[in-house]
């Protein structure tokens, strides 16, 4: 399937972006550049890497954000919560397999908590009380979802959201599901470092782009 046409949202975005942003698309274009200028990350140590998978909409810019935080290694965009059979985008845009978009992510724990990359997911990666939705994607393969992959991760993960709903944090419900990971199924080709290779996409720009500044702003420690 050809690039300009393998989402929805790049179909929606393109249009409105490139009229409402006709004169700011170079300047945060720039920008964008120099993100993915720096997306390669430093050297991770890969001895005991430990795995995250989290699902916030389009993991176009989940994947970009999480290849910003120190300490993580390795980011993939996939599917999570269906079958083998359905792992596939033209299926998974229809809604109905079960999956969500997601991304896997590989990071050393002496360097970056699964803690920490909690706080990155709910405060950087998504808005984690739309429900069923990031933005203008609609549809339940854009879910918030955690899947953990062991009993610790669940533990922490329930705990982070019970700290958030108790300090009231959002304004909203937080409606983010907990879900053990059975398996992750690598996304095409197409869609890995999407970010990275197409800092100028109206979709990116407007959406994604602002995700890795809000990052470097609010977590300066953990940003690279």
């Known amino acids: 399937m050809h690039e300009a046409s393998i989402h929805t949202r790049s179909l929606l975005m393109a249009v409105i972006a490139t009229v409402s942003l006709l004169v700011t698309i170079p300047a945060r274009a720039e920008t964008g550049s120099s993100a993915a200028a720096k997306t390669t990350a430093l050297p991770v140590a890969t001895s005991g890497l430990q795995t995250a998978v989290f699902a916030?909409?389009?993991f176009w810019g989940v994947d970009a954000v999480f290849k910003h935080v120190k300490g993580v290694a390795e980011v993939e965009s996939g599917y999570a919560g269906g079958n083998a059979s359905t792992a596939k985008y033209d299926k998974v845009s229809e809604g109905d397999t079960g999956h969500a978009e997601a991304v896997r992510v590989r990071f050393n724990p002496a360097q970056v908590s699964?803690?920490?990359l909690l706080k990155v997911?709910?405060?950087v990666a998504h808005n984690p009380t739309e429900l069923n939705r990031q933005g203008p994607d609609v549809g339940t393969q854009y879910r918030s979802a955690i899947f953990f992959t062991d009993a610790e991760q669940q533990k922490t993960a329930q705990s982070?959201?019970?700290q958030l709903t108790a300090t009231r944090t959002y304004p909203a419900p937080i409606v983010t599901q907990l879900t053990p990971l059975n398996a992750f199924y690598p996304?095409?080709?197409y869609h890995q470092n999407y970010l990275a290779r197409h800092p100028d996409q109206p979709y990116i720009v407007f959406n994604d782009l602002p995700k890795v500044e809000h990052l470097r702003k609010q977590f300066p420690e953990l940003y690279q």
């Open 56 to 58: 916030g909409g389009c």
């Open 160 to 162: 982070t959201i019970q």
């Open 187 to 189: 996304a095409e080709a």
């Open 114 to 116: 699964y803690q920490q």
């Open 121 to 123: 997911f709910f405060s």
